[in-house]
């Protein structure tokens, strides 16, 4: 079985480094909504491993529920194109939302899936990404708990996937440009 750290360009964030930021995010949203009714989507696949560690580290009564949504597919570039897979089943009238995305890019996705929340009846909608690429955005897009800027690049690991491969890395890096080119 190949090793997947040798497709590894660069690590940009270490674990302890990911574990330290989870923290951080965690408790900035355990004191925004103190005495609110909580609900946390994880945007699947790439968020599954962020949102288990963060929801972890929220002090707080909440609800989980879940999102699977594609603009990739098995590209590098997204298509602009939202595919609801799988969606929640939580009622969202009079829930404060928090959506959890492993990485903004473009911010197409985040912007459909803020509109949807709101035109479903949630109290409020904001969104907490790990990792925010700015250089590639389209759509505005307002991130309320941002974990790390990261450059123009491939990234990959921590639950972030290349083709379904690397979500097992427990840190974020850079893939090689050969492997996807």
């Known amino acids: 079985m190949k090793k997947l750290t040798e497709d590894i360009e660069t690590v940009l964030f270490s674990r302890e480094q990911l574990a330290e930021k989870v923290r951080e ?66 009622d969202m009238k009079g829930w404060h939302v928090l959506l959890v995305e492993d990485i903004v890019d473009t911010g197409n996705t985040l912007s459909a899936l803020k509109a949807i929340m709101e035109e479903r009846g949630a109290e409020s909608v904001r969104i907490c990404a790990l990792l925010d690429k700015p250089s590639r955005r389209v759509k505005p897009v307002e991130v309320s708990y941002r974990g790390f800027e990261v450059p123009d690049e491939f990234i990959i690991g921590y639950g972030i996937d290349y083709a379904e491969k690397y979500r097992n890395l427990p840190f974020i890096g850079v893939l090689k440009r050969e492997i996807y080119e």
């Open 25 to 90: 995010l965690g408790q900035a949203i355990t004191d925004d909504y103190q005495d609110k009714e909580l609900l946390v989507i994880g945007v699947l696949k790439g968020a599954g491993v962020f949102m288990s560690d963060l929801v972890r580290e929220i002090d707080g009564d909440l609800r989980t529920d879940y999102m699977v949504v594609s603009s990739y597919g098995n590209e590098t570039v997204s298509s602009g194109k939202l595919r609801i897979i799988k969606d929640v089943q939580q």
